[in-house]
C-alpha cells in the first residue's frame, strides 16, 4: 500500500498499526534518500488540505512533511533525537527545495 493512501486513510480516522507505521518509516527514509537525486518525487507536491490537517502541519505543506508529522506523532523519537519533521526540513533546505533566510 502506499502511504499517500495510508495517509489518506488516516485522515479519515483509520488508525495506524505497528507494521503499517514501520513501512511509512521505512518509505520517510527512502523518500529523504530519493529528494537528494531527482526534483520529480511525489512526495514533493503539495498535500490537500485535509491530509495537513489531519497530520497537524500547516496547509500546504509537503507530503513529505505529513508524512514526517505523523510519524513523529505515531512513534516518538527517543528524547534528545531529532525529530523526523526537522530532518525532512533540514533536507529540503540543503538539496535547495527551500531557501531560508
Known amino acids: 500500500m502506499n502511504y499517500q493512501l ?6 479519515q480516522g483509520t488508525k495506524i ?3 503499517e507505521a514501520e513501512l511509512l518509516d521505512l518509505e520517510l527514509y527512502s523518500q529523504m534518500q530519493s529528494i537528494k537525486v531527482s526534483r520529480t518525487q511525489g512526495c514533493l507536491e503539495i498535500a ?3 491530509i495537513c490537517n489531519a497530520t497537524l502541519v ?3 505543506s509537503l507530503w513529505i512533511t505529513c508524512l514526517a508529522a505523523l510519524l513523529d506523532q505515531i512513534i ?4 534528545g ?3 523526523r519533521g526537522a530532518k525532512v526540513f533540514d ?7 527551500l531557501v531560508i533566510d
Open 6 to 11: 495510508l495517509l489518506e486513510f488516516h485522515a
Open 17 to 19: 498499526n505497528q507494521t
Open 48 to 50: 490537500p488540505d485535509h
Open 58 to 60: 500547516c496547509k500546504g
Open 76 to 79: 516518538p523519537v527517543p528524547l
Open 81 to 83: 533525537t531529532k525529530a
Open 91 to 97: 533536507e529540503l533546505v540543503i538539496n535547495g527545495y
